[in-house]
C-alpha cells in the first residue's frame, strides 16, 4: 500500500471517529464482552490481568462503546498477536 493511500485511509478513520458519538446501547458482563470480541472469558481474564483489554466499569461490567473503542484501536488484534509470540 502507498503512503498516500495510508495517509488517506487515517484521514478516513480519524473523520469516522470523530464524527462518532457515544450511544446508551448499554452494558454486559464479561460473558458477554467476551462473545461480542469474539474471544474467551479467559482471554479477557488475562487481558486485565496484565493491566490491558478494554475500560472496565467498577461493577466489572463493559460499555458497548468502549468495547468498540477497544477493537477500534487494536486491541484486540495486539493482544493475539502477543499471545502468539509468547506462545499463551
Known amino acids: 500500500m502507498s503512503l498516500e493511500h495510508q495517509i488517506e485511509d487515517l484521514k478516513a478513520r480519524v ?7 457515544r ?3 448499554g452494558r454486559t458482563n464479561q460473558r458477554g464482552a467476551a462473545d461480542y470480541l ?4 479467559e482471554w479477557l481474564r488475562r487481558l486485565h490481568l496484565r493491566g ?4 472496565r466499569g467498577v461493577d466489572g461490567s463493559y ?12 486491541g484486540a488484534a495486539s ?3 502477543q499471545s502468539v509470540v509468547s506462545g499463551n
Do not use: I, K
Open 38 to 41: 469474539g474471544r474467551s472469558r
Open 63 to 74: 460499555s458497548y462503546d468502549d468495547l468498540d473503542a477497544f477493537v477500534e484501536g487494536g
Open 52 to 55: 490491558e483489554g478494554p475500560r
Open 79 to 81: 493482544s493475539t498477536e
Open 15 to 21: 473523520t469516522r471517529l470523530e464524527g462518532r458519538q
Open 23 to 25: 450511544t446508551d446501547r
